[in-house]
């Protein structure tokens, strides 16, 4: 497996860097800053402080201006930060100029991503799905992480600049690369032929962003046992299980959270866990509606479903945490008819939106899941008189 040149170690002091460009405001960069601390702390980190900067275009040789990067040298030396993540994806020069400058270890977004599926992945195809996605990060950056990666050690890089070796490793790691796509098939393969052989079920699957409540609900409605906790990408590996509700059943898939500015090596390195979602008859999209910018988080899913050619499926979108928003938006003053009525116009904003196929629920509190199991009942009962109509013993 790749060596982690940029691993976080547990607990380390970490500083984030974010540009602030013609087309966004504070507030939203803050928004993606909470985030990128939230990916830190998930990968064992600890954040000591933001800096961001208002630039036009980020700067081509350090992405940020000097004299912001002297600024973050200053801050550095004095609370002796260990890494500095930056919310944007960095070239390979620019991780080594900036490192010249900071003399500490820099990352970008994408390689902190990475880090965390390297850490989170357990089967053998996450392990080489992450291994993949690694590989293709690394080698558009070979050249400008020449010295950086020697000055660290270990892993691909480490004999010394010179235009021979870099040829020599970029050869090792489109081998390693188209090594690692055969095997990633042979398991493609396998896993289709398992899917295949589950019988004619109605397929559903569970997708939204990251840490939205997928795997709490996934155990709600199969009443199993998948692994939730409150930290981005709990869920790498697809879980399917069988769920019958009343005498219908269906196949239930739980999937990787989604996440904005996903590596586009991700998508593409798990492309076989993502078949769950495009071969899926339903998708449920799962949506925190207690988040602050959940609107954009429900965006930045329904772009990625576009990619994968999934976004034409029947779509029943889950505001999950009602629990949570009724929390952080209503005074507890406020008369419970106000309240009531101020949830009815959201959920009437968002039947419109969605064309009637939406659930406000909260997984937590187990509030109108009867009402989400029976419209999950409704649209599998609906499909199969669709797909299998002969199936006369599920339909009645």
Known sequence: MLDKTHSIQKEERALLVGVVQKEQTDEQVQEYLDELSFLAETAGAVTMKRFTQKLQHPDSKTFVGKGKLEEIK?????????????????????????????????????????????????TAQAKLQVELAQYQYLLPRLRGMWHHLERLGGGIGTRGPG????????RIVRDKIALLRRRLQEIDKQAFTQRKDRGEFIRVALVGYTNVGKSTLMNLL????????????????????KVVFGTMPFLLSDTVG???KLPHHLIESFKSTLDEVREADILLHV????????????????????ELQAFDKPILTIFNKIDRYEAATFDTWLEPAVKEELMSELRERWERETNGHCVFISATERRNLDELRQTILDKVKEMYKIRYPYKTEFLY
């Open 287 to 306: 949506v925190d509606v207690s988040h602050p910018r959940y609107e954009e988080q429900l965006g930045v899913v329904n772009k990625t479903l576009q």
């Open 258 to 260: 989604f996440i904005r």
């Open 74 to 122: 200053t801050y550095i030396t004095l609370k002796e930060i260990q890494i500095v993540i930056f919310d944007d994806e960095l070239s390979g020069s620019q991780i080594s100029n900036i490192e010249k400058i900071l003399d500490t270890k820099v990352i970008d977004r994408s390689d902190l991503i990475l880090d965390i599926f390297a850490a989170r992945a357990k």
């Open 163 to 170: 235009e021979t070796e870099i040829e020599t490793d970029r």
């Open 222 to 241: 199969s009443k199993s046992d998948v692994f939730a906790e409150n930290k981005l990408f709990a869920t790498l590996d697809t879980t399917t299980r």
